[in-house]
């Protein structure tokens, strides 16, 4: 992941939801991008979930945005930057899922909540204003999260929208896949993605319809394009045969 400030690009895609959209290619050479996301919630505080590195336009935006309170780690792999997060805002939370606690155990991170041992329906304390699902059933463990005030839906590895066309806007790169074809909801081959990563086809099915019940028009994903309209639907299309 290339972490200079100078290829992360940072908007507020809606009313006190800001991205952070910065270069990444798995192995080297897929280029599927990388997205934090930080919320500003109705008492003021911030919740950000950190996928990206904590580079100084990163920081010096956060503290515009107001006092970071809740570092997410949305799934068992987007978890490299959490400590840089945690050292930076030593007051905030750290929940995160469980397999990505149990790979930062050699840093010593103490976590505040965890996913996937945690009760089910456990509260951290930011569900007046961002709801969250935990797809047990998924491989990489992902959270879903949702914030009824912008409408919209955040993840990490549940939703692909490639090419990674603004996180590689500031690169002089196309962003696409070599010899690839993209990945988005509409394509069989995220129908597929999405069918082979889900390890429990009926807690998948539960927790999908979850989702498909939330009120959302945008998508934010860690990897590819925000989807700024008809959210849902690329959602029921991605997850078709789970709802089928």
């Not at 006092?67 to 799934?75: E, H, L």
């Not at 840093?107 to 569900?127: H, I, Q, R, T, V």
């Not at 896949?177 to 081959?189: E, I, S, V």
């Amino acid at each position: 992941m290339a972490n200079s400030s100078a290829t992360c690009a940072i908007r507020e895609v809606a009313k006190d939801v800001w991205t952070f959209s910065c270069p990444f290619s798995r192995f080297n050479l897929f280029p599927v991008g990388g997205r934090s996301t930080a919320i500003k919630l109705s008492n003021g505080d911030v919740w950000v979930l950190a996928s990206t590195p904590l580079d100084e336009a990163t920081k010096a935006k956060l503290g515009e945005i107001g006092p970071v309170k809740w570092i997410i780690g949305a799934d068992a792999v987007h978890h490299l930057f959490l400590g840089d997060y945690k050292k930076q805002y030593p007051d905030a939370k750290l929940i995160a899922v469980d397999e990505a606690a149990k790979k930062k155990e050699k840093e010593g991170l103490k976590f505040d909540g965890l996913w996937g041992a945690d009760p089910p329906n456990s509260k951290y304390g930011f569900e007046d204003d961002i709801k969250h699902c935990y797809f047990s059933g998924f491989k990489n463990k992902d959270v879903a999260f949702f914030h009824p005030a912008s409408k919209t839906m955040i993840e990490a590895d549940l939703l692909f929208n490639l090419p990674a066309t603004e996180q590689y806007s500031k690169t002089g790169s196309s962003g696409k896949f070599p010899f690839f074809t993209n990945l988005d909801p509409y394509t069989w081959a995220h129908k597929k993605f999405a069918w082979s990563l889900g390890v429990d086809k009926e807690a998948m099915k539960r927790d999908v319809k979850t989702v498909a019940g939330w009120d959302f028009e945008r998508i934010i994903p860690c990897h590819g394009d925000v989807i700024e309209k008809d959210g849902k639907k690329a959602w029921m299309e991605a997850y078709k045969w789970y709802l089928d």
